[in-house]
T-cell receptor
Framework: SQTIHQWPATLVQPVGSPLSLECTVEGTSNPNLYWYRQAAGRGLQLLFYSVGIGQISSEVPQNLSASRPQDRQFILSSKKLLLSDSGFYLC??????????????FGNGTRLTVT | GENVEQHPSTLSVQEGDSAVIKCTYSDSASNYFPWYKQELGKRPQLIIDIRSNVGEKKDQRIAVTLNKTAKHFSLHITETQPEDSAVYFCAASHMKTSYDKVIFGPGTSLSVIP
């Protein structure tokens, strides 16, 4: 079966510090990978998606970047955090079914507080 | 632009009653409609989904209906239980090149009162 791991679970970082969140998927190959952000009491905002190694697309301009160095590894980064970067970050994967929609499977999330 | 609206934003029901959450979408290319449940502090999890070639789907106490003409879809929970309390997100999705373009609704916070 497929599993998705995301870490750390919680993180408190000062403004201006760097960020690195990591996500790995097991049990599947060539997954589509996503980073979402959820502000407190709000919906899910897509930040980045990736359909393959080294292929990253951004949905919204921001202070963050993403990388996919391996097939099942997705990393969210920032060089200098802003207060507005605080939120609940969720990694997700979906199966590439060549045109057939498939559901998103989310990781447990990282709660980031920028102070 | 692409948008999914969801109503109500909050919903309180007595245990045993039914709960209905309604969503509308704007992108006529959407052909897949999943529903996610998110308990407090946890990740969203898929509870049911429906594809555009189906008008209704049921799984035990949960059912989803879809009206493609009107671009409406709804979640129905019968015989609600306290463990149904959570935030529910609807979503509309279509394949965009090779990834799933998913637009989420803003969520409905459901409280089931024992």
């Amino acid at each position: 079966s497929q599993t998705i791991h995301q870490w750390p679970a919680t993180l408190v970082q000062p403004v201006g510090s760097p960020l690195s969140l990591e996500c790995t998927v097991e049990g599947t190959s060539n997954p589509n990978l996503y980073w979402y952000r959820q502000a407190a009491g709000r919906g899910l905002q897509l930040l980045f998606y990736s359909v393959g190694i080294g292929q990253i697309s951004s949905e919204v301009p921001q202070n963050l970047s993403a990388s996919r160095p391996q097939d099942r590894q997705f990393i969210l980064s920032s060089k200098k955090l802003l207060l507005s970067d605080s939120g609940f970050y969720l990694c997700a994967w979906s199966r590439d079914r060549f045109g057939l929609n498939s559901p998103l499977h989310f990781g447990n999330g990282t709660r980031l507080t920028v102070t | 632009g692409e948008n999914v609206e969801q109503h109500p934003s909050t919903l309180s029901v007595q245990e045993g009653d039914s709960a209905v959450i309604k969503c509308t979408y704007s992108d006529s290319a959407s052909n897949y409609f999943p529903w996610y449940k998110q308990e407090l502090g946890k990740r969203p999890q898929l509870i049911i989904d429906i594809r555009s070639n189906v008008g209704e789907k049921k799984d035990q106490r949960i059912a989803v209906t879809l009206n493609k003409t009107a671009k409406h879809f709804s979640l129905h929970i019968t015989e609600t239980q306290p463990e149904d309390s959570a935030v529910y997100f609807c979503a509309a999705s279509h394949m965009k090149t090779s990834y799933d373009k998913v637009i989420f609704g803003p969520g409905t916070s459901l409280s089931v009162i024992p």
